[in-house]
């Protein structure tokens, strides 16, 4: 018995230590989420209105010289940018990510993996460690895997940058991006967005022809060789944000969920060892009164 209740305190002592470490964890997070949604939030209605602004103004570039990053071709080549985080303990975070870069490739994209036309541009240590260990299946770029420690737009801008070059040089016909939507604390969505070609604006049933509502100053060519690579910065830094507000998040709810499990199993434990503590006590108490029963008799 008296093995029994030491085995019992050493796994209260030992669920409590875990207890503390998450709940210290969750704060970590809980800081470090609240910048995060500040800067994703901050930067999501002006990404998304010029994103909006550049579909409608692509829509309506009619072979056009800077119409480069709207024009769709046969789709040969495929670059898929999967964004996720450095470090785990945050739940399905970064499972849902990889998943649904993996399901957009099998349903779109299986053929040019097969012909090995499909490359894998991983950001955040956990998918780069996925596709890492499938190398068989995809080829894989690991230059970006560290960005998340610099998220300032001058820097992510190399990363885009280099995937505008690409695009516009023929190397690849379609680039996609797997990351996390940040919505709140407790949920996140793991979307696949096309970045390239920019995506063109469905028209109306019955409507022949969109019109962009825009007046160009200077001209329309000198200013969108400036306009969409800029637009298309701040879009690919969105995802990134967006991604890294959705990490601590994730991580917050998950850590949160430990150590309210972690404190339910203190509970059990503790009551598990009352329980053996006092049969223990029920026992030396009973062989006492035999005893002195024996010595009597």
């Known amino acids: 018995m008296g093995a029994n209740l030491k085995e019992v305190r050493e796994r209260i002592s030992s669920v409590t230590s875990t207890q503390q470490i998450t709940n210290a964890m969750k704060m970590v997070s809980a800081a470090k989420l609240r910048r995060a949604q500040m800067a994703i939030q901050q930067i999501r209605p002006y990404a998304d209105k010029l994103n909006e602004m550049l579909e409608n103004i692509l829509s309506n570039l009619e072979g056009d010289a800077s119409s480069t990053f709207g024009q769709e071709r046969p789709v040969n080549q495929v670059a898929i940018v999967v964004v996720t985080s450095n470090r785990g303990l945050c739940g399905a975070f970064n499972s849902n990510v990889i998943k649904a870069a993996v399901k957009k490739i099998d349903e779109k994209y299986a053929a040019q993996r097969d012909n090995g036309n499909l490359v894998v541009y991983c950001i955040g240590k956990k998918g780069n ?169």
């Open 129 to 297: 460690d996925y596709f890492k260990k499938r190398a068989k299946d995809y080829k894989l770029v690991s230059d970006y895997v560290n960005l998340f420690s610099d998220l300032s737009f001058d820097n992510v801008s190399t990363v885009s940058n280099r995937l505008m070059d690409i695009f516009k040089d023929g190397e690849f016909d379609a680039v996609e991006v797997s990351y996390g939507r940040f919505k709140n604390a407790a949920t996140q969505f793991a979307e696949v967005e096309q970045f390239l070609p920019v995506p063109k604006l469905e028209k109306e049933e019955g409507e022949t022809q969109m019109r962009a509502d825009y007046i160009f100053e200077p001209d329309k060519i000198t200013l969108l060789d400036h306009l969409i690579p800029s637009i298309l910065q701040t879009k690919f830094h969105k995802y990134l944000l967006d991604t890294h507000a959705s990490e601590h998040g994730a991580r917050m709810t998950s850590m949160n969920k430990a150590t309210d499990n972690a404190g339910e199993m203190i509970k059990e434990l503790k009551i598990t060892y009352n329980k053996a503590r006092q049969e223990a006590i029920t026992k030396e108490l009973s062989e006492i009164v035999g005893g002195a029963a024996a010595l009597e008799g």
